[in-house]
């Protein structure tokens, strides 16, 4: 029964994180915390949730890349330059994200989510901050074609910080980093999104290797969830490419404050 529903839960999260940008990671890590009270899965803590979720985003990462490499949508040049500064703050996360206890876990992760959704909603009426400076990059889909520019020192910057977070809870980044790529560099939201899966499965393939070496992942729980997670991401890829730019960013904004809400409540009871 446990692995049917791991299965279930990989599929869906990684369906999700795929079509939004996010991983899954900001629903594997709140549904292991979840169900890990109850009679359905055995208990784990925060460390081990994380730890597990590391090592299932290298799979919805790799899996969602390959399918957004088809559609043509991922931006290479942004997404290396990125994780310069995401790789050694998702291994710095990581190691920061043991001293953090269930209650302090959920509160912080559930406030952060909420903030991003808030950020998001700001989106179209703030102006990109570096959208005409740095490297010009020209993008076009059935929307038409899209300028923007990458600016190499201020998105190793945000991405540094992006990269701790995520080592920190386990999500990838993609909350902070799809957001940031649209406000910061006027990146259209489905090269955001499909470079985000880039950039999620860079990184997770380093913070799994500093998981793993402090024992914070759950192989049994790991293998069942790896299934679910390869084809799901495969299906939000599919998704993504059926619908709209605004259309993405809302569902981002309410994956983010669903799952916000109910950890922050759980945090604080």
């Known amino acids: 029964m446990e692995w049917v529903m791991l299965l279930g839960i990989g599929l869906l999260a990684a369906a999700i994180g795929a079509l939004v940008g996010l991983g899954g990671g900001i629903i594997i890590v709140p549904a292991l915390l979840f169900l890990g009270g109850t009679v359905l899965l055995n208990p784990v803590s925060p460390q081990v949730a994380v730890g597990t979720s590391s090592v299932i985003l290298i799979v919805t990462g790799l899996s969602s890349t390959l399918a957004y490499m088809k559609q043509k949508k991922v931006d290479y040049k942004l997404?290396?330059?990125?994780?310069?500064?995401?790789?050694?703050?998702?291994?710095?996360?990581?190691?920061?994200?043991?001293?953090?206890?269930?209650?302090?876990?959920?509160?912080?992760?559930?406030?952060?989510?909420?903030?991003?959704?808030?950020?998001l909603m700001l989106k179209n009426r703030a102006k990109p901050v570096f959208g005409s400076r740095g490297i010009t990059r020209t993008f076009t889909d059935?929307?038409?074609?899209?300028?923007?520019?990458?600016?190499?020192?201020?998105?190793?910057?945000?991405?540094?910080?992006?990269?701790?977070?995520?080592?920190?809870?386990?999500?990838?980044?993609?909350?902070?980093?799809?957001?940031?790529?649209?406000?910061?560099?006027?990146?259209?939201?489905?090269?955001?999104?499909a470079t985000s899966m880039l950039l999620i499965f860079l990184s997770a393939c380093v913070s799994s290797v500093t998981h793993v070496a402090l024992g914070n992942v759950d192989w049994i729980y790991a293998a069942a969830l790896v299934p679910g997670a390869w084809f799901g991401a495969k299906l939000g890829a599919w998704l993504n490419a059926q619908i709209a730019s605004k259309t993405v960013v809302l569902l981002l904004r309410l994956v983010l404050i669903l799952v916000g809400v109910r950890l922050i409540w759980q945090g604080i009871h």
């Open 142 to 193: 059935n929307e038409g074609a899209h300028t923007y520019s990458i600016e190499p020192i201020t998105g190793t910057i945000a991405s540094f910080i992006v990269g701790f977070f995520g080592g920190l809870f386990g999500i990838g980044g993609g909350s902070l980093m799809v957001p940031a790529m649209i406000m910061l560099f006027a990146v259209p939201p489905h090269v955001a999104v």
């Open 79 to 119: 997404g290396f330059i990125l994780f310069i500064g995401s790789a050694p703050g998702s291994i710095l996360g990581a190691w920061a994200n043991k001293g953090l206890s269930i209650d302090q876990f959920s509160l912080y992760f559930g406030l952060f989510m909420v903030f991003m959704s808030f950020v």
